[in-house]
C-alpha cells in the first residue's frame, strides 16, 4: 500500500480512524506511513486522525516533529503545536520551531495556551532568549488591545510568571523581563480581582520583584499607584500559606516605601 500516493494512503487512514475509531487495524500501516511521508503536508491530518481516535501519543510524536520543522511557519500548524507542546522532553529545535509559530501567528487564539505550554520546555539560554523574544511580540500585540477578555488576561499572568522565573536563572533577560511585566501590569485587564489566581502563579518572586521594580525606579509610588492597589487586590485573592510567604516582602515595602493603605491590602 506504500506505492500509492501520499494523498491517496493519508485519505485512506484518515477516513478510516475518523469513521472507526480502530486504531488497531491501521497502527502499523500508519506507523509506516508516517515514518516514509512525516514531510508531506497531509501527514499533519493523519496525526489530528490518529490522536482524535485517542491513539498512543509516542505513534506521532517524532512524525510531528518531523512535520513541524517543515511547516512552522504556517497557521495550519495550530494542531501539531498543540500536541507537541504538551509532551515531556521536547527536543530544542521543536521548542524554537513552537516559538516561531506564535510570534507569526500572534493573533491566533490559541497563541497564550501555546506559549504557556512551551514555557514548561524553557531549560537552555537559546530557549530563554528565544522565549523572552516571543513574549515581547505577543504582549506587545495585546498591550495594545482596550480590552482583553479573562481568561487571555489570565493566561497572561502566568507568562509573566514564567519570565520571571525564567530570568532567575538567565539575569541576562532581567531589563527585558522587567519591561514587559511593567507594560502588563499597566494594562488595566491585567491582575483581576474577578477570582483568585492559579496556585502555580502565586509565588513569592512575583513580589520580589515588584520591590527590585520600585527600587529600580521603574515604577512609580504616586504614578502607578492605582496599578499597584490593582496588584496587591490580586496578591491578597492568594492562598493563605502563599500569602504567609510574603510577610518579610511586605514589611520591607511598609519600611522602604511607606503606604499603610496599599500595602495593608494583603491581610494574611
Known amino acids: 500500500m506504500l506505492t500509492e500516493s501520499p494523498k491517496r494512503l493519508n485519505f485512506v ?58 511547516y512552522h511557519e504556517k497557521e495550519e500548524a495550530v494542531f501539531v503545536t498543540k500536541f507537541l507542546a504538551r509532551l515531556p522532553d521536547l527536543p530544542f529545535q521543536a521548542v524554537l520551531d513552537i516559538l516561531t509559530w506564535c510570534r507569526i501567528h500572534v493573533k491566533n487564539p490559541d497563541v497564550l495556551w501555546r506559549l504557556t505550554g512551551a514555557a514548561n520546555h524553557i531549560m537552555h539560554a537559546e530557549t530563554a532568549t528565544d522565549f523572552c523574544h516571543t513574549c515581547e511580540t505577543i504582549i506587545a500585540h495585546y498591550t495594545v488591545q482596550p480590552h482583553i477578555d479573562e481568561e487571555s488576561a489570565n493566561q497572561l499572568d502566568v507568562i509573566i510568571s ?24 499597566r494594562h488595566p485587564g491585567s491582575y483581576s480581582e474577578k477570582k483568585a489566581p492559579f496556585y502555580g502563579v502565586q509565588r513569592k518572586s512575583y513580589l520580589q520583584r515588584v520591590v527590585l521594580l520600585l527600587k529600580g525606579q521603574k ?50
Not at 500501516?29 to 516514509?36: E, G, K, M
Not at 490580586?234 to 516605601?257: C, M, Y
Open 13 to 70: 487512514y484518515k477516513s478510516w480512524l475518523d469513521a472507526t475509531k480502530d486504531r488497531d487495524f491501521v497502527r502499523i500501516d500508519v506507523q509506516a506511513w508516517l515514518s516514509r511521508f512525516a514531510e508531506h503536508f497531509e501527514a499533519d491530518y493523519v496525526c489530528r486522525a490518529w490522536l482524535e481516535a485517542k491513539g498512543e501519543p509516542e505513534v506521532v510524536r517524532e512524525p510531528a516533529i518531523r512535520w513541524l520543522r517543515i
Open 162 to 185: 514564567y519570565l520571571i522565573g525564567i530570568s532567575l536563572r538567565a539575569p541576562v533577560l532581567n531589563n527585558t523581563v522587567d519591561s514587559l511585566f511593567v507594560l502588563w501590569l
Open 219 to 268: 515604577l512609580n509610588m504616586i504614578t502607578d499607584r492605582d496599578v499597584l492597589i490593582r496588584f496587591i487586590h490580586w496578591v491578597n485573592l492568594w492562598r493563605p500559606e502563599k500569602k504567609a510567604q510574603l510577610r518579610g516582602i511586605i514589611n520591607h515595602l511598609r519600611n522602604d516605601f511607606p503606604d499603610p493603605d496599599l500595602w495593608d491590602l494583603v491581610m494574611y
